[in-house]
């Protein structure tokens, strides 16, 4: 960019300095040369020769002339950063600051950078008062800019928008082409956070243009910088360096310490995104050389909260935390509460998360919560939704995560802001698949997918890397393997390109996850077509060969061989393709060298050749499958495939298709005998018997049967419920099972714990809110109540609800209506609704005026309680073996049982965190048990500790407990075979005889082994 003025004002200035530059020039013509340098943005000039009059001792200036000098100075100052010097100067006026618009407005301007909006709202509106009095539209059109920034700041866009275009018209009326080109730039900035791109951009390059011609290079500049943060915004990278280097020319030329510091601080998010750390480095050497040397406080302390983010870029959680500490440091001391101490407060919250500290990261949240309130700035907003989200994941309150994640994935929508948008997608993504409860796929997809585009077109590889790799996990525990490999595969291809060593390290880490995961899944789903395929054909390398054959051509693969041998030191090549027998000897070696044991091991190995310090799969997918054949003999099936661009990636059907061949080949060598039995369709039979809700609900114990006996005959009928029992009993899946019984099963049910939120934020969440509500309320919003309409509402907790929520549920409850937040009007519902506290608490809130008594008797319709743990230690055995079952399930080990002392144990307990406590207990126990058969010493301290003070002493007939507990078990084995024998094994029929649930008795058959 060149200015076209540049030569005019150039010449201007060296013919008035030429003239006034003679030895005895006077004090009033220095001080027009200095209006001259101010009126071209040469501040340092500008301040050079200001001074040089106050100086003047002759006495040639009179008090006002000096006052106007001393204001004149006092703008340069502001503009070159030193704000201490500014207010130095104004105090040394003779006339009153109070007086003076323009004095009013700079003492504003100087609060806003010290991150004080409220002094400066304050301030600029005395200005404005007094320049309409005095009818001075320049003034006036830069007090309605300053009170646009401030508004716009403070999220206040229309606010904004409107001192914006009263700051427009002032300056046309008063002919100011200056003020007319700030006013652009305000709007363009205002355009740009309402994500209304081309607006922004054409009011900028006009400010731009309209700088350029007049002369004003100050404002050339500023057009510049923003110009570049809206490239930045749009994830134009190249076109926002060039315009963050223009503007840092400019200011550097005119003097601008501060605005050049800014540029740099501009340029180096630049770097940072690009990954070019060597120019990040040169920047942050520069601009915080200037920064020191003038004094730009908030600019150093931006410099540490930046350079702690480039830590966290790369890593360095223990860089990062000195970085952003010390930047927090910073910005204190210039702004308890200002913008940069709240962000650098953030990413710290960030890094707690980083290392699992959710409860840190909450408080850091909860220090600034009122602060970011104050300042309104919308991102700010969304990045603690987004950080809130994170942590709530961490402690699996995952429907509030999701709800942060939302309100995170709203604002940053609305602002477009795309970056932090792409951040929040991943989060909800995170939060989806890390929810237990639902099998969402749909969104944790459509949220990872949508964040992967983002970083795609922004063109920031590391980010979309990131997103891969956290897709390819989801896949794998999905067990979808292909997906997950395509995805490692993706991520690595895109940290490759990032040059992140780093990101390669944690890929491969995944990637060795990935091939494990394939290695164990070959054999748990071959291929039936391949059981044709027996190789009978001729001799055995002739039927081997055919096979091998066979097996490439199905799997793609594009070589392989087979070998068999007592141990890998005399493995023999039986048959082979495509490659020479060299390589296939080649390839044992490497085999016995990496791990003698491997053929015995009967676990295959898949290589996917991403990870190039593996010699056997350099450039290759390589599978490498070992057998048994007969009386020690055993085989290797290898195959592999060109692993380089273009060549698509084994599937998981090609390796069914592999380890089916195996079969084979190891029924053609020594005529092997698939050993392999049907499993009992367990699976199906218990998704059956889940048709019936209260099925799941585990007990034996009469006053629960009683308890579930009521509860599913109350539940077609449309009347309020109770639920009352300690935390852990299970109250949660009692309310599930009654609205899963009723005719409203198909309906949602919706849960909210009214302890879990302040009243203000329960009211809007129970009815919503309207537009306009409070602050933040930027759309409607139906409340869970509405998402609940022709389902149930599940209110826990109820007890802690306020006395204004209190008062509309009761009104929801009389009338079936509910009224918004901010809302003049009604909606009907059709809820119904359960609530869960305990009653005996809930009495005497009412006695002492905590809970309305009419409430209470509304949500009482009927009381269900439920015992504590402790009262029903029947149940506790076939809680536990319900537990086991899932959990062995899911780690994958069907032999694993309890030792008989370990029911003891558990019985002894007295289990103050009930049902729950005990299911943590039990998945403690069989995560921690080195062997199949857990014992006590795989149980939790405090339940062996229990279990030690509680053991029952002898009885006097010498009998000691376990004996007696034994003789219980011999009876209840008996009246469970007698009760399967009178029904003719239908264990329905067999559950009501013996008054128990369908799993209670499942748990017994299994227990006694009586199936």
Not at 58 to 74: C, H, N, Y
Not at 540 to 558: C, I, K, P
Not at 805 to 831: F, K
Not at 989 to 1000: E, H, Q, T
Request: hydrophobic fraction near 40%; aromatic fraction near 6%; charge should be negative.
């Amino acid at each position: 960019m060149t200015y076209r003025n540049q030569p005019r004002l150039g010449r201007k200035l060296k013919e008035i300095s030429e003239v006034l530059g003679v030895p005895d020039r006077t004090a009033t013509s220095a001080g027009d040369l200095g209006s001259l340098y101010l009126g071209t943005d040469h501040y340092l000039d500008a301040i050079r020769e200001f001074e040089a009059v106050l100086q003047d001792e002759t006495g040639a200036t009179s008090p006002a002339v000096q006052d106007s000098i001393r204001e004149k100075l006092a703008w340069c100052h502001y503009y070159t950063g030193h704000f201490d010097e500014a207010e130095e100067t104004m105090r040394e006026l003779e006339a009153s600051v109070e007086s003076r618009p323009g004095l009013l407005l700079l003492l504003a301007r100087i609060d806003l950078e010290r991150g004080q909006p409220q002094l400066s709202r304050a301030k600029a509106e005395r200005s404005l008062a007094l320049s309409r009095e005095l009818g001075d539209e320049e003034w006036l059109g830069q007090t309605h800019s300053l009170l646009g920034v401030i508004a716009h700041r403070s999220g206040q866009t229309e606010a904004a928008r409107g001192h914006y275009e009263e700051a427009l018209l002032s300056y046309r009326i008063a002919g100011d082409p200056d003020g007319e080109a700030r006013s652009f730039i305000h709007l363009g900035t205002l355009a740009k956070s309402e994500c209304r791109w081309d607006e922004a951009l054409r009011y900028l390059q006009r400010a731009r243009a309209r700088a350029d011609e007049e002369g004003f290079y100050y404002l050339f500049g500023s057009a510049s910088l923003n110009l570049g943060n809206l490239r930045y915004r749009l994830g134009e990278l190249p076109q926002a360096f060039e315009a963050t280097r223009e503007a840092k020319r400019v200011f550097h030329e005119i003097g601008y310490r501060l605005g050049e510091a800014r540029a740099l601080l501009a340029e180096a998010r630049v770097h940072l995104d690009r990954d070019d750390r060597e120019s990040f480095d040169r920047c942050v050497t520069e601009g915080e050389s200037i920064c020191r040397d003038g004094g730009f406080k908030r600019e150093l302390a931006f410099w540490e909260v930046m350079k702690g983010e480039a830590a966290l870029h790369i890593g360095d959680d223990g860089a990062a935390k000195v970085h952003l500490q010390q930047g927090l440091r910073l910005a204190r001391e210039i702004s308890p509460n200002g913008d940069l101490a709240v962000r650098a407060t953030l990413h710290l919250a960030g890094l707690c998360l980083r290392n699992r500290d959710a409860a840190n990261c909450r408080a850091l949240l909860d220090s600034i919560a009122d602060a970011q309130r104050e300042l309104g700035d919308p991102a700010q907003e969304g990045w603690m939704h987004r950080l809130h989200a994170e942590a709530s994941r961490h402690e699996e309150r995952y429907e509030e995560a999701s709800d942060y994640a939302q309100r995170a994935i709203t604002c940053f929508e609305r602002i477009g802001y795309r970056q932090e948008l792409a951040e929040a997608l991943t989060v909800s993504g995170r939060v989806a698949a890390s929810d237990s409860r639902g099998e969402d796929t749909e969104r944790v997809l459509s949220h990872y997918l949508r964040a992967k585009r983002i970083w795609d077109d922004l063109a920031s590889h590391r980010n979309a890397a990131g997103v891969s790799l956290e897709i390819a996990r989801f896949w794998l525990g999905k067990e979808d393997l292909d997906e997950a490999l395509s995805y490692v595969q993706k991520a690595h291809a895109l940290f490759a390109r990032a040059h992140d060593e780093a990101g390669l390290l944690e890929c491969n880490e995944l990637l060795r996850h990935v091939e494990s995961r394939f290695a164990d899944a070959m054999f748990e789903t071959p291929d039936p077509a391949f059981a044709s395929r027996n190789g009978s054909r001729g001799e055995l390398s002739e039927g081997l060969a055919y096979l091998l054959g066979d097996a490439l051509r199905r799997s793609r693969s594009a070589r392989g061989w087979i070998a068999s041998g007592t141990n890998l030191a005399d493995l023999n090549v039986l048959a082979q393709k495509g490659l020479p027998g060299d390589e296939a000897e080649a390839a044992i070696a490497h085999l016995l060298a990496e791990d003698p044991t491997f053929l015995d091991s009967d676990r295959p190995l898949f290589l996917s050749g991403l990870d190039a310090r593996n010699r056997l799969a350099r450039d290759r997918t390589v599978v490498v499958l070992p057998f048994a054949i007969h009386d020690g003999a055993r085989g290797i099936l290898y195959v592999d495939r060109p692993s380089k661009s273009g060549s698509e990636s084994y599937r998981f059907r090609d390796l069914q298709v592999l380890s089916s061949a195996t079969h084979a080949i190891a029924k053609r060598i020594a005529e092997h005998q698939k050993s392999e039995l049907l499993r009992e369709n367990f699976y199906l039979k218990e998704k059956l018997e889940n048709r019936y809700p209260f099925a799941n609900i585990v007990t034996e114990h009469p006053k629960m049967i009683e308890t579930l006996s009521i509860a599913s005959r109350i539940a077609d009928y449309p009347i309020t419920a109770m639920l009352d029992g300690e935390t852990g009993t299970g109250k949660q899946l009692l309310a599930r099972a009654i609205h899963d019984s009723s005719d409203r099963a198909k309906e949602p049910f919706v849960t909210l714990n009214c302890a879990s939120l302040p009243e203000q934020i329960l009211e809007s969440e129970l009815f919503g809110y309207v537009k306009g509500a409070f602050t933040g309320a930027l759309e409607d919003r139906k409340g869970l109540f509405e998402e609940a309409d022709g389902g149930t509402i599940f209110l826990d907790e109820i007890g802690k609800a306020g006395a204004h929520v209190q008062r509309a549920l009761l009104h929801v409850l009389d009338q079936g209506i509910i009224r918004p937040v901010g809302s003049n009007t009604h909606r009907e519902v059709d809820v119904r609704v359960i609530c869960a506290t305990s009653n005996t608490q809930l009495l005497k809130d009412i006695e002492e005026g905590l809970f309305l008594k009419d409430l209470y008797y509304r949500v009482n319709d009927i009381c269900l309680s439920l015992p504590p743990l402790r009262e029903r230690a029947s149940d506790i055995p076939l809680l536990a073996d319900t537990f086991l079952e899932a959990f062995r399930q899911k780690i994958g080990r069907d032999e694993m049982r309890f030792a008989p002392a370990v029911y003891a144990a558990l019985e002894a307990y007295d289990w103050p965190g009930n049902v729950r406590e005990l299911e943590k207990a039990v998945q403690r126990a069989t995560l921690l048990a080195p062997t199949a058969i857990i014992s006590v010493d795989s149980l939790p301290a405090e339940v062996r500790a229990g279990a030690a003070s509680g053991s029952a002493p002898a009885t006097s007939s010498g009998r000691n407990a376990k004996s007696l507990k034994e003789e219980v078990e011999e009876l209840e084995r008996r009246r469970v075979a007698e009760a399967l024998l009178e029904t003719n094994g239908n264990r329905s029929a067999a559950a009501r005889v013996l008054g128990l649930s369908i799993r209670g008795l499942r748990n017994k058959i299994k227990r006694y082994e009586l199936g």
